[in-house]
Antibody, heavy 119, light 110 residues
């Protein structure tokens, strides 16, 4: 079964950092682009960042550009999202998603990991 | 303010048909394919339709989608109480170089 499993969420103070991880299973990770999507409490889905299958190209939403870094280690089958300079507006459930073969749009979603930014 | 525009809510009675619209522009829906997602709060969103009008295996044929110019439409026929969920559209945007989502439509089955 194709699955992705996020980890690394938690409570962090404003200005702090957190690194999310995503572990895929059931598919050849190194051949698919991956995308992070978040959902703030009571809000809709918001795209955060995407990375091509080889990691050579990355894309970011304006709201996180310069603060978040997406990366992947295909040898260890892991996707990362390094989040720095966190603010209360980053509080959300963060979903790791396997992208479709030809686009960055999400195809398979994880259960999400909650990030709460609060003092 | 979402790049793709969806009605915030829709209400229908069981057995009826509903159509949810998703309006974009030439840089997203006009150029790229559209996906639709079904989301029950507290669970992982699920891919409902992809590549404009294709259904993943396991999705009932009561669900269909279409695209015209810069808009996409999700249709659900024979509505059931279990269809009560939030529905989102999404597409790649060539101008923003990112994935854009609709604001979501909360479907209520009365």
């Amino acid at each position: 079964e194709v699955q992705v499993l996020e980890s690394g969420g938690g409570l962090v103070q404003p200005g702090g950092s957190l690194r999310l991880s995503c572990a895929p299973s059931g598919f050849t990770f190194s051949t698919y682009a991956m995308t992070w999507v978040r959902q703030a409490p009571g809000k809709g889905l918001e795209w955060v960042s995407s990375i091509t299958y080889g990691g050579g190209r990355t894309y970011y939403a304006d709201s996180v550009k310069g603060r978040f870094t997406i990366s992947r280690d295909n040898s260890k089958n892991t996707l990362f999202l390094q989040m720095n300079s966190l603010t209360a507006e980053d509080t959300a459930l963060y979903y790791c998603t396997k992208a479709a073969a030809t686009t960055m749009t999400p195809q398979i979603w994880g259960q999400g990991t909650m990030v709460t930014v609060s003092s | 303010q979402s790049v793709l525009t969806q009605p915030p809510s829709a209400s229908v009675t069981p057995g009826q048909r509903v159509t949810i619209s998703c309006s974009g522009s030439t840089s997203n829906i006009g150029t790229n394919t559209v996906n639709w997602y079904q989301h029950f709060p507290g669970t992982a969103p699920k891919l409902l339709m992809y590549s404009n009008n294709l259904r993943p295996s396991g999705v009932p044929d009561r669900f269909s989608a279409s695209k015209s110019d810069t808009s996409s439409y999700l249709a659900i026929s024979g509505l059931q109480s279990e269809d009560e969920a939030d529905y989102y559209c999404a597409a790649w945007d060539d101008s923003l170089n990112g994935v854009v989502f609709g604001g979501g439509t909360k479907l209520t089955v009365l």
